[in-house]
């Protein structure tokens, strides 16, 4: 199970860290994954990190304004979000994958957290 939180209504140019907690399986068995679905549009993908932490890929749309992170003693992936643009409102979702890391094929999701940024 995966349950994300950390979303919440901000201005542009703030940060957010959105958290997502994993429990009922091995947590550092899995890539960990984040992405993100704006109204009206298609799921997409976010960031993704490896089993270890040691590897990370982004969207080209946050790279260098979002990191993602996990803490395995904690069964916890992160998202950390800074200057934050209104297009980034979207509701966010983590998943998990049996591979080392993907940008594109998961096997478990969580719930969303929403992410609202204003202008």
């Known amino acids: 199970q995966l349950q994300a939180s950390g979303g919440g209504l901000v201005q542009a140019g703030a940060s957010l860290r959105l958290s997502c907690a994993a429990s009922?399986?091995?947590?550092?068995?899995?890539?960990m994954g984040w992405f993100r679905q704006a109204p009206g549009k298609e799921r997409e993908f976010v960031a993704t990190?490896?089993?270890?932490?040691?590897?990370?890929n982004y969207a080209d749309s946050v790279k260098g304004r979002f990191t993602i992170s996990r803490d395995n003693a904690k069964n916890t992936v992160y998202l950390q979000m800074n200057s934050l643009k209104p297009e980034d409102t979207a509701v966010y979702y983590c998943?998990?994958?049996?591979?080392?890391?993907?940008?594109?094929?998961?096997?478990?999701w969580g719930q969303g957290t929403l992410v609202t940024v204003s202008s």
């Open positions: 990190i490896s089993r270890g932490g040691d590897s990370t």
């Open positions: 998943a998990a994958t049996w591979r080392r890391y993907s940008s594109t094929s998961y096997d478990y």
């Open positions: 009922g399986r091995t947590f550092s068995n899995y890539g």
